[in-house]
């Protein structure tokens, strides 16, 4: 099991659905660039290798961790998709910003889901320190962007199950 090797990542052992009939977005923050880079690219690897068409899959970024919620707003208003791949790094600094924004964007991403009736996954990294973000993004711990992608696929797909 993907646990039993400490990288989540890993889902050569489980079912994928096939994402050919879904298209998403991905909303990508700019802080923290080089690790979000990282989470986009397993993000949207992680899509494409799982059926997802390129031309089905939307990303926008966005200034930073704190703005995904309104990002991920403005695309379940303004395109018709079926879930919203959310991308951040807050790392823990010297002041209480961190939880501040790790709070708002848990929160928020939680209430633009249920205003949309969509799915809308929380793939940010909140880490204290930079070394444990890159474990976490390509490194050593896997590649939470591939999660956050392979998540975004299963409810698509549960609610797609239960429309019919
Ligand atoms: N955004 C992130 O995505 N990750 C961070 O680690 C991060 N740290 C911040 C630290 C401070 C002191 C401030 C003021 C902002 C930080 N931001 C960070 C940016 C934040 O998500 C947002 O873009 C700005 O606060 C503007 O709303």
């Known amino acids: 099991m993907a ?9 050569s052992n489980t079912t994928i659905p096939n ?5 998403f977005g991905i909303v990508v923050a700019e802080w923290n660039a080089k690790i979000t880079g990282a989470l986009y690219e397993g993000a949207y690897q992680s899509l494409l290798d799982n059926g997802t068409l390129d031309e089905n899959i939307f990303t926008y970024t966005v200034p930073g961790s704190f703005e995904l919620t309104s990002g991920a707003d403005l695309l379940l208003q303004h395109k018709n998709l079926d879930a919203v791949i959310c991308l951040g790094c807050v790392i823990q600094g010297e002041t209480r ?11 928020g991403v939680t209430n633009v889901a249920v205003k949309h009736l969509k799915p809308v996954i929380f793939g940010v990294l909140t880490t204290d320190n930079e070394q444990q973000a890159i474990d976490r993004a390509g490194g050593k711990y896997g590649n939470k962007g591939v999660e956050a992608a392979v998540t975004a696929i299963k409810m698509a797909d549960l609610a797609n199950q239960l429309k019919n």
Do not use: E, M, P, W
């Not at 646990?3 to 889902?11: A, E, I, M, R």
């Not at 910003?97 to 929160?107: G, K, R, S």
């Open 3 to 11: 646990t039993q090797l400490k990288n989540l990542s890993d889902f």
């Open 19 to 23: 994402a050919g009939a879904y298209r």
């Open 97 to 107: 910003h961190f939880d501040f924004i790790c709070a708002a964007v848990a929160n």
